[in-house]
């Protein structure tokens, strides 16, 4: 008897004991999981764009990159040292177009551009590229400015056969980004300056069957 009712009262302490750590963890009061950041990435490679572009699946995206910093049904962004990089799916499925901003252009990576880099000239590369080199004279560049940042941008379509693609290349300058390559704004200069001196650090790169943006975004609220 004496086994029996010893048995009885462990199972009972057990059950009792789980209800409390349910119960507490529902609260808020115990954490079991660890609460230390895991950055499965720190930094992307180079070639990102050769394996994460438009049409490549979220599953895949994921799979590579790892966990979103934040998202939504239909955008997922992500926080590199590096790169910051958005990503907008209307299915959530497929990734329809892609964001890049580089965190700082003078100590930056660069970051090639398939297939636009086969090319002669000049060099389609994020971080080298000037935005004088993808504007033609007919070319609308056009600008977005606020109290916390600004953008110049103009929008090119490139592609072969069955493989265009909108491309929007961008100055970005804002509390995220800052464009810290040499501006004399003591004498007033701004990125609203020559295009043949201001490095592209913000690119867009939207699939086939896809809108264009209709102006260059980049939520820089998420990345402060």
Known sequence: ??????????????VLGT???????REGYLFTESRYLLLEHKTVPSDLLRYVQ?????????????APLTETEQTYRYKFDNLYLEVESGDGTTIDSMTLVLPS???GD??????????SEPDYVLGELRLGQVAEPEDDIKEATSSKHGIV?????YGNPGHYRNYLFGVFDGPSAPYDMTIDREGGDT?????DELVVNLLTITGMGTDPPEKAHFDFYTFR
């Not at 209800?19 to 963890?25: G, H, I, K, N, S």
């Not at 438009?54 to 790892?66: F, K």
């Not at 990125?191 to 295009?195: R, S, T, V």
């Open 191 to 195: 990125i609203l300056g020559d295009p």
């Open 19 to 25: 209800l409390a750590v349910a119960y507490l963890q």
């Open 153 to 157: 941008w103009v929008e090119k379509y």
């Open 105 to 107: 252009v003078k100590e």
């Open 1 to 14: 008897m004496g086994f029996a009712l010893s048995t009885l009262a462990g199972f009972i302490a057990g």
């Open 54 to 66: 438009p049409g490549t699946s979220v599953a895949n995206m994921r799979e590579m990159l790892g």
């Open 110 to 119: 660069d970051f090639p551009i398939p297939p636009l880099e086969s090319h």
